[in-house]
């Protein structure tokens, strides 16, 4: 880069020392812009990608929940829906704001016992919660793996088969779109559940861990 200065004999030392400051500023500039690469914008993070290793941890992990929305289609219907889940060890806390043309739905799992309570007051309990939650939404969801798939990691009773965005297990296919750093932990972004009869998506917007909200 070549600078050049032309002043005439008119000009006043006001003048001058005007323009001495803005090529000292200038110079500056052009060298901070060389120390990074010629560039004078910050470049955006890099994409965080799936990877089950580095969850492992997350097995153990008390308590969590999460903030999002999520869609459930069908072969015959889809809805989507406000999602809060609050996890702590053989209780799960689900709400649903807006299912079903619906105003509130809540769920609430404790050991083997299921009990939803629907924002008109009504509340119906069974002691089979796969099954009563699967008939309530119309479609079949397994809740049971998906407490380990919204971590990013397989339900560790089950096989699984690992793929280059999550992995495949009981018949789903399990794929991370996009992850995100929270605290110490990769956990997931955006994340979709599928077999051949029903699809899951479903956004995470924030994380809370041990009591700590993160995002």
Known sequence: MQIELKLDGRSGPKRLASVRKSVR??????????LTGCSLFATA?????????????LYYL???SLDGRVALTGTQDSWTADL????????????????????????HLSGETVTVAEGSGKVESSG???????????????????????????EPELDFEESDKGFTQAGWTVAFQAMQQ?????????MSVANDRVKLK??????????????
Request: hydrophobic letters at 45%; charged letters at 20%; aromatic letters at 10%.
């Open 202 to 215: 479903l956004i995470i917007n924030e994380w809370t861990l041990h009591d700590g909200k993160m995002r």
């Open 84 to 107: 809060a889940w609050s996890h702590r060890r053989d209780d799960e806390q689900i709400s649903l704001s807006g299912p079903l043309g619906q105003g509130m739905v809540k769920i």
């Open 128 to 154: 089979d919660p796969e099954g009563f939650i699967n008939q309530r939404l119309g479609m079949f969801v397994p809740v049971t793996s998906l407490r380990y798939w919204v971590l990013g990691v397989p």
């Open 45 to 57: 993070p890099p994409e965080v990608s799936y990877s089950k290793a580095v969850n492992q941890a």
């Open 182 to 190: 929270v605290g110490q932990w990769l956990l997931p972004r955006k």
């Open 62 to 64: 008390e308590p969590w």
């Open 25 to 34: 500023w200038l110079l500056c500039l052009v060298l901070a812009a060389s």
